[in-house]
């Protein structure tokens, strides 16, 4: 059976940093397009705004433009793990965050949810300022 199971969300300042992980079993994250998503409040579970993908082979990387110059995406392939490094954290960052992951085929675009097998329960992020 295959979960995603994400930790190191928390409350944090505006300002402050979090390292966010998603450890996997029951699949391996070799070679597979991982992504973190992030869902506003009131936001349809359709609508979650993809902010970091990774391909855990090439080491392809792709991010939101909000998110540019302050997340980082990474894995750790020995733990089966992909982490997420969230700095200079604002108020409107506040979310939980989901990991997926892609089981296989073609990329079309590594920030759409549509494009994912995968998803972890979230962890929630919440920035106070």
């Known amino acids: 059976q295959v979960q995603l199971v994400e930790s190191g969300g928390g409350s944090v300042q505006a300002g402050g940093s979090l390292r966010l992980s998603c450890a996997a079993s029951?699949?391996?994250?070799?070679?597979?397009?991982i992504a973190w998503f992030r869902q506003a409040p009131q936001a349809p579970e359709k609508e979650r705004e993809g902010?970091?993908?990774?391909?855990?082979?090439?080491?392809?990387?792709s991010y939101a433009d909000s998110v540019k110059g302050r997340f980082t995406i990474s894995r750790d392939n020995a733990k089966n793990t992909v982490y997420l490094q969230i700095n200079s954290l604002k108020p409107e960052d506040t979310a939980p965050y989901y990991c997926?992951?892609?089981?296989?085929?073609?990329?079309?675009?590594?920030?759409?949810?549509?494009?994912?097998?995968?998803w972890g329960q979230g962890t929630q992020v919440t920035v106070s300022s």
């Open positions: 997926a992951a892609k089981d296989g085929g073609v990329m079309f675009d590594a920030l759409s949810p549509e494009e994912y097998d995968y």
């Open positions: 029951g699949f391996s994250l070799s070679r597979k397009w």
């Open positions: 902010v970091a993908a990774l391909h855990t082979g090439a080491g392809t990387t």
